[in-house]
């Protein structure tokens, strides 16, 4: 696989986490998700969850198993955010090393093309999930108005160095008669 197709996402959600519903999920036949927290669950800047995304927890975990999979050091941090959701949690991942995602794909005991890697970075979410092997899906971060104008340049930055690369950031169209195969490389 070349290094263009291992940053190529393959969903580009164009919304939140929150906007990944259940029939996207049953679409591209996913039976469990591996989630980054920062900025992917919550801001941040921010140690509590929002109440949507509880309540986008609880109905996306009557279908698949999830796990969070954190570069944060902080385990207080992700702790708390994992806790708080009722979640399993593995925290300093260093993706794009695969290592922390693959303990959470083992630990589901589902093959890995069918658990989907969820994150807000290209070159660590979707990197780490693609050179694994699993299905990935970048969405829009979560952020705070506040410090969403400090964030952004890493973010600009990396879709301007992907797009030199070759990767489509084109948000993908859930028209759900489309064969998912079609969008793998
Ligand atoms: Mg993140």
């Given at each position: 696989?070349?290094k263009t ?5 393959d ?6 986490i929150l906007?990944?519903t259940?029939?996207?999920?049953t679409h591209?036949?996913?039976?469990g998700?591996?989630l980054d927290?920062d900025e992917?669950?919550?801001?941040i800047k ?7 995304l509880e309540q986008w927890i609880e ?7 999830i796990w969070?999979?954190?570069n944060?050091?902080?385990?207080g941090?992700?702790?708390r ?5 009722t979640?399993?949690?593995l925290l300093g991942a ?6 922390k995602?693959?303990q ?8 890995v ?7 807000d970075?290209?070159?660590?979410d979707?990197?780490a999930g ?5 299905f ?5 971060p979560m952020t ?6 400090r964030h ?6 990396e879709i ?14 859930h028209?759900?008669t489309?064969d998912?195969?079609s969008?793998?490389?």
């Amino acid at each position: 696989m070349s290094k263009t197709k291992l940053l190529q996402p393959d969903l580009v959600l164009g919304d939140t986490i929150l906007g990944l519903t259940p029939e996207i999920l049953t679409h591209y036949h996913i039976k469990g998700l591996v989630l980054d927290v920062d900025e992917t669950l919550v801001p941040i800047k921010q140690s509590q969850v929002s109440q949507e995304l509880e309540q986008w927890i609880e109905t996306i975990r009557q279908m698949t198993p999830i796990w969070l999979v954190s570069n944060n050091l902080s385990e207080g941090r992700i702790k708390r955010i994992a806790n708080s959701l009722t979640l399993p949690y593995l925290l300093g991942a260093v993706k794009p090393s695969r290592r922390k995602l693959r303990q959470a794909v083992q630990a589901m005991e589902l093959p890995v093309n069918g658990v989907a890697m969820v994150g807000d970075r290209l070159f660590t979410d979707v990197l780490a999930g693609n050179r694994l092997g699993m299905f990935t899906i970048l969405v829009k971060p979560m952020t705070d108005t506040a410090v969403a104008a400090r964030h952004s340049p890493i973010h600009n930055f990396e879709i301007w160095l992907s797009q030199i690369l070759g990767v489509s950031l084109i948000v993908s169209q859930h028209e759900f008669t489309k064969d998912d195969q079609s969008l793998r490389g």
